[in-house]
């Protein structure tokens, strides 16, 4: 095996679940000879032809739309928005028909579609591409929120997205495109939808995250063990449905917990978490829950954009504020 | 037929019953009555849905009193294994296609049930949101473009939604990949309160199809004829590979937008008392007497069958208990997620 990249991890789970399954069609702007502005197709449209990778027009709520009523058909459609701060025109399709066919028609009518979008910052991209919006969809009922954060992660997971029942939104880290690597055995395994991962066990503090910042949260463990801290870290990876138990069952052990994410603080999807600490797992608490968030501005431009991402030492910060409680 | 976004709307049967042209081979004796069957069963389930909302029976809905042409005339072009994706006033078509008048009544009496039709299974539910459902169209005329099946997929919409950018997107996508979908515009020329002149500078709605390099069709959407000939010479199309088509059918909105509308607040009644003599319903029955020997004991007949259909169908309607409050987390994933089962249990 040799070491991946995530997004030939991407890549090798297309490739994979399009060789098993031929009602598997991918749709997006400039995913066919282009091979997606971040290759995330390359050489798809080769190996599998025009009619299943299709390069659609510039509009995303078509592309949204058109994999509703493919699904809808039986087919599994897979599209890419280009970049996550497009995928607003997609939401009314989201919300309004992809989460909700299953219900409005009992069961009739699904909807096992997959939208997957690059999303956050940190590589220096211009106006409108480094965003966070994980928290706008993961209050919409039906739908599955995924966002992966290591090559393994991103091929077991996406696997289990496009082969499952359910709309599923896959948001890949492009920051962790290129620089998170690691041996990915094509064995064709997909990862389960509903639990996370604990990437590190611990028993001072819980850090939960998601998605790129999960990079900055392993540092901080590195670090805090070094100050005699011992830091459970969790990665999400599924925001919704959520697997709460897991969250549950290590605050409960360590008493402390903050969680990190790159989407804005207010009304980020952390409240969510924070919220279900407070009412299920207060009794446990040693301090309180503490979040390291984007900041409630406009996503900066890339001269500043480092200053609003969280990093390391804001996660340490605050994992040294919750250890003063005692 | 098919003229490129022909401003006179191509008609067969004037508003006096009189045939203006020849009419086309599939308008036989037959053919017209069951067309006329069905329009008439449209307008009396219309009736007796109003009825059941003024009476706290139902809840919001939406008559089609005027436009049943549009309906019959579309679905009635349609084959069986081909998909329907109606907005919120084709309650004509759905009843053609075989959703059943207790399904209607269930969904707009607030059950979900109402959508799971038992008989056209592949066709879409009522889409709400205007023009949302047409890039849908275009989706399931990919899926059967792909799988080599002679099938097409047939959207209507009223002429606001020619207005949205869902529109454009879906009519743009099906001309390039050249899909067999048929966009159906049902215009009615009211968009609640909003004429279609307040809509768009366009000189009709048929001509927005040239700026997706798709072909057109415009007809007097009070016409049975005319619509369901140029629907089905649409579809003959799609399915052989030649793609998709925009009919605009051009007729009118007698009745409100909704039960909970007022149209007196935005057009006059001397408008609408001006498209009474144009409805299709009484033309095509002006047309039966004349030329197909229809006669009052055959319109009395036909009245009491389908006030009895109807009638049964709401008393059916009324007598169905239901879903139970946990049967709301059941259909939100293929399966019940943790999260979800703890707040279902939090029901109980």
Redesign the interface.
Known sequence: MADRMLVEAVRMALARVMSEDETV?LLGEDIGRNGGVFRATNGLLERFGE??V?D??I?E??I????????????R?VAEIQFSGFIY?CI??LT??ASR??????????CPLVIRSPSGGGIHAPEHHSESMEALLTNV??L?VVFPSSPKRAYGLLLSAIR???PVVFFEPTRLYRSAKEDVDDSGEGLPL?CCFTLREGTDVTLVTWGATVIEALAAGDHAADEGVSVELIDVAILK?????TIRASVSKTGRAVIVHEAPISGGFGAEIAARIADEALLSLLAPVKRVAGYDVVMPLPRLEQFYLPDEPRIMAAIRDVMSYT | MISQGASTPLRFIAPDGQAERELPVFADRAALISFYRAMLLTRIFDEKAVALQRTGRLGTFASSLGQEAVSVGLASAMRKED?LLPSFREQGAMLWRGVSPVELFLYWGGD??G???AGP??D??ICI?VA?????????????K?RGEKRA?VAVMGDGATSK??FY??I??SG??RLPAVFVISNNQWAISVPVGRQTAAATLAVKAMAAGIRSARVDGNDVIAVHNAVGEAIDRAISDQGPTLVECVTYRLGDHTTVDDSSRYRSDQEVSENWPSEPVARLRQYLTAHEGWTKSDEENLIAECHNLVGEAADRYAAIDPLEPKDMFE????SL????EEQRNQLS
């Open positions: 069609i009619q299943r299709r659609t027009p509009a709520a078509a949204a739309g058109l994999a509703v009523g493919l699904a809808a058909q039986g087919m459609p025109p009314d399709q309004n028909h066919l299953r219900t409005r028609t009992r069961g009739r009518l699904t009922p039906g599955r499952g029942p359910d509903n449905p959520l697997d709460f138990e | 998909v979900e049930r959508s799971d039709f299974r592949g879409f539910p949101p949302s459902h047409a890039p849908h169209a275009a989706g399931v005329a990919l899926a059967m792909l997929a950018g869902d997107e879906a743009n996508i390039v990949w259909m939100t994933f293929a997620p943790r999260d979800l």
